[in-house]
């Protein structure tokens, strides 16, 4: 009785794509609207605790922050460090990464743990902010990973499509 060797590239199961910039972009745009509305809401619930502190103003009058403005300016960013992290560890895809079939797993292709998600949520605003750079990375990088990819060591992979 012989053995059958499987040839090595036949046992290798091929890598699993990242997603391009574009696609990136467009999940994007789908969680902008959510965040829109996280933050429409979050700016509600400061007002009306900044007005039953204290008081409301004259009428004409702005409402007066004082101290209060960087504590609602730190939560806000929180909040939305929160939606992400909740969702990428939750399942690893925001509502927008799930419309176009993406998913953040770590570079074992596991959940991200908290300490990746954390590290992505204050990198990645930078690398939208520079003009894009930190996406545009991802052309040069030989893992076609963003810099906020690289520094968090996690990656956006792309989902195959689900059969019907």
């Not at 409402?63 to 690893?92: D, E, K, P």
């Not at 902010?129 to 893992?143: A, E, N, S, T, V």
Request: charged share 15%; net charge positive; proline share 6%.
């Amino acid at each position: 009785m012989t053995d059958i060797e499987t040839p090595a590239a036949a046992t290798e199961t091929p890598p699993i794509p990242t997603a391009g910039v574009l696609r990136r972009f467009a999940a994007i745009v789908y969680d902008a609207l959510l965040l829109l509305a996280i933050s429409i809401g979050y700016g509600g619930l400061a007002l009306l605790i900044n007005v039953l502190i204290q008081g409301q103003p004259p009428e004409g009058q702005k409402v007066q922050w004082g101290h209060w403005n960087i504590l609602v300016f730190i939560g806000w960013m929180l909040t939305l460090a929160s939606f992400f992290c909740y969702f990428w560890r939750r399942s690893g895809q925001t509502l927008g990464m799930r419309a176009w079939r993406m998913k953040l797993v770590d570079l074992e292709y596991g959940t991200p743990g908290f300490k990746h998600c954390a590290i992505r949520c204050l990198v990645a605003p930078f690398s939208l902010l520079l003009g894009g750079l930190g996406y545009f990375w991802r052309w040069f990088d030989p893992q076609k990973m963003t810099l906020h990819d690289r520094l968090s060591k996690t990656q956006v992979i792309v989902q195959p499509k689900e059969k019907k």
